[in-house]
T-cell receptor
Framework: DPKIIQKPKYLVAVTGSEKILICEQYLGHNAMYWYRQSAKKPLEFMFSYSYQKLMDNQTASSRFQPQSSKKNHLDLQITALKPDDSATYFC???????????FGPGTRLTVL | AQSVTQPDARVTVSEGASLQLRCKYSYFGTPYLFWYVQYPRQGLQLLLKYYPGDPVVQGVNGFEAEFSKSNSSFHLRKASVHWSDWAVYFCAVRIMQQGTGSKLSFGKGAKLTVSP
């Protein structure tokens, strides 16, 4: 069974719309993260959460908002979508205090 | 800046041949280093991890990596490559941030092609 679930696997959106990317982990971890991978840039860190609190935000835009409704959930809301937001978004998790992170399968977002 | 660099974007090896993928790091202090593998249309899988200690670490599927402080390197090796190793390999370093946890900083990746 997959330990980190990301939904949906593929997502197509129109410019200006809003989407929510879902992430759930069943590894018992207390830290969760979002990363982005695009053709133009390598894997880049976006957010980190620990015990449902935002620890670090390295996205330049407020259009990206993480949401943690449960300790094993970290969703990503993206508003006013732009074509440049097209990328694969990966959720990851770890035990706080451990360095290694485990990644989900990703959500591939295409903005038209 | 604390980061890793993978100098070889594309590597082709024959099946059964040995493999080395290079990774150089820049880090203040002792780094925690990782190799991840990404198979086509999949997420990242942890291949192996280096925590300060034994410089040679073993991973899954016959992969190993060697940490060198003098060379600031963490190269990945495999003695005999299999066609199923065809993937993109990422080196990463953990960046600690004061009071705000940590993140992974990734290299640009090395795309491995295995020829028959």
């Amino acid at each position: 069974d997959p330990k980190i679930i990301q939904k949906p696997k593929y997502l197509v959106a129109v410019t200006g719309s809003e989407k929510i990317l879902i992430c759930e982990q069943y590894l018992g971890h207390n830290a969760m993260y979002w990363y982005r991978q695009s053709a133009k840039k390598p894997l880049e860190f976006m957010f980190s959460y620990s015990y449902q609190k935002l620890m670090d935000n390295q996205t330049a835009s407020s259009r990206f908002q993480p949401q943690s409704s449960k300790k094993n959930h970290l969703d990503l809301q993206i508003t006013a979508l732009k074509p440049d937001d097209s990328a694969t978004y990966f959720c990851a998790s770890s035990h706080r205090g451990r360095a290694e992170q485990f990644f989900g399968p990703g959500t591939r977002l295409t903005v038209l | 800046a604390q980061s890793v660099t993978q100098p070889d974007a594309r590597v082709t090896v024959s099946e059964g041949a040995s493999l080395q993928l290079r990774c150089k790091y820049s880090y203040f202090g002792t780094p925690y280093l990782f190799w991840y593998v990404q198979y086509p249309r999949q997420g990242l899988q942890l291949l192996l991890k280096y925590y300060p200690g034994d410089p040679v670490v073993q991973g899954v599927n016959g992969f190993e990596a060697e940490f060198s402080k003098s060379n600031s390197s963490f190269h990945l090796r495999k003695a005999s490559v299999h066609w199923s190793d065809w993937a993109v390999y990422f080196c990463a370093v953990r960046i600690m941030q004061q009071g705000t946890g940590s993140k992974l900083s990734f290299g640009k990746g090395a795309k491995l092609t295995v020829s028959p």
